[in-house]
């Protein structure tokens, strides 16, 4: 009954490979985010989606791509991986667009590129 | 350009005593603050927060103070409990930004039995 989950938990590709990282949420809130915690282990946003349309674009190479097929999900698929993708990404969901909602987050996946 | 910043990578504390963890910021924009708490392989978990309006927030052994004029928040935990051992995220949001938050980099806590 895992609230926010998030497959695979790691993921070890090659450069130039295609990858995409899933994302669940059973809460019933509208809003889902995907963040990046690089090496230096700052959390920042990449996007925001609420009930299935794009709210946050950050600045992020277009090679990344969100994709939500329902609220209830937020996938993200990357293009031509590059060793600065290496990361750990996460997702998050919250009930509405609404300041002062907190997060709720998935566990990560941990993208190794070789 | 680090908009929230915790200067203490790391702070180690006795079982028992307090713990205070410190959190600036840059933005006199943000409006709202919120920390997370974040166990290895584990997501970051909320754990309390505090509007502007505000200069203090409690929930049980958690108090975060807010001092808007030095633009400065911080986390005391008393008493602080092994399990409290793990990384403190503060983050900043302000109203016209939605639910854009900026997150520091962390602090990790050590609680010695």
């Known amino acids: 009954d895992t609230a926010v989950s998030q497959t695979p938990k790691y993921l070890v590709t090659q450069m130039g490979n295609d990858k995409s990282i899933k994302c669940e949420q059973n809460?019933?809130?509208?809003?889902m985010y995907w963040y990046k915690q690089d090496s230096k282990k700052f959390l920042k946003i990449m996007f925001s989606y609420n009930n299935k349309e794009l709210i946050i674009n950050e600045t992020v190479p277009n090679r990344f791509s969100p994709k939500s097929p329902d609220k209830a999900h937020l996938n993200l698929h990357i293009n031509s991986l590059e060793l600065g993708d290496s990361a750990v990404y996460f997702c998050?969901?919250?009930?509405?667009?609404?300041?002062?909602?907190?997060?709720?987050f998935g566990d990560g996946t941990r993208l190794s590129i070789l | 350009d680090q908009q929230v910043k915790q200067n203490s990578p790391s702070l180690s504390v006795q079982e028992g005593r307090i713990s205070i963890l410190n959190c600036d910021y840059t933005?006199?924009?943000?409006?709202?603050f919120l920390w997370y708490k974040k166990y290895p392989a584990e997501g970051p978990t909320f754990l309390i927060s505090i509007s502007s309006i505000k200069d203090k927030n409690e929930d049980g052994r958690f108090t975060v103070f807010l001092n808007k004029s030095a633009k400065h928040l911080s986390l005391h935990i008393v008493p602080s409990q092994p399990g409290d051992s793990a990384v403190y995220f503060c983050a900043a949001s302000a109203h016209n930004y939605g639910q854009n938050f900026v997150f520091g980099p962390g602090t990790r806590l050590s609680v010695l039995p």
């Open positions: 998050a969901s919250s009930p509405r667009t609404a300041p002062n909602q907190p997060q709720h």
């Open positions: 933005n006199s924009m943000f409006d709202y």
């Open positions: 809460l019933g809130h509208d809003t």
